[in-house]
């Protein structure tokens, strides 16, 4: 009888630490860990972010439709620039980063961004915002925002919005 019992815990401990692997870690995609390096607005020689234009109308479009508004961002500081924990305001958007033309996967609400890139001084990187209102059908005019923290002390969270109209 005793055999039964500890038998049964180590099946049901298994199953908890499977488990618990899954539901961590949605899609089965491995963690990636990167420390962010942290720097003080008084720091000479730290990443600082140039963005121009941090909102875009997408104009009107259909419910069936998809829009995407693109961003750019550029590392005017000394030392490289970190992105990290992209998400979105709601289920029909999605933030993607492309740096030296390779492409984050798409973050969005609720998809967990394990996402960390790196832009080194002098050189940009790409915020691309996707409204997918049919995900999450709502008429008339909508704001959307994606959001990308970095370590500039400046601007540690930035804000990129979109509007559309939407019929």
Avoid at 4 to 11: H, P
Avoid at 133 to 162: A, C, H, S, W
Wanted: aromatic share 8%; glycine share 8%.
């Amino acid at each position: 009888m005793k055999a039964i019992w500890v038998i049964l815990g180590i099946v049901l401990t298994a199953g908890l630490i499977v488990g618990s692997y899954f539901l961590l870690n949605p899609g089965g995609e491995a963690k990636v860990t990167v420390t962010i390096i942290s720097y003080k607005i008084t720091d000479k020689e730290r990443p600082k972010v140039e963005v121009k234009g941090t909102s875009k109308d997408l104009g009107k479009m259909k419910v069936s439709d998809e829009k995407s508004a693109e961003f750019i961002i550029k590392n005017i500081g000394q030392k490289p620039l970190q992105m990290s924990r992209v998400n979105s305001s709601c289920n029909c958007t999605f933030g993607q980063v492309v740096i030296d033309g390779k492409e984050s996967e798409l973050y969005g609400m609720h998809n967990v961004s394990n996402f960390a890139g790196e832009v080194l001084p002098g050189k940009t990187a790409m915020i691309k915002v996707i409204y997918r209102p049919f995900i999450m059908p709502v008429y008339g005019i909508i704001d959307r925002e994606v959001y990308v923290e970095t370590n500039d002390p400046e601007n540690q969270k930035l804000i990129f919005k979109v509007k559309a109209n939407v019929n």
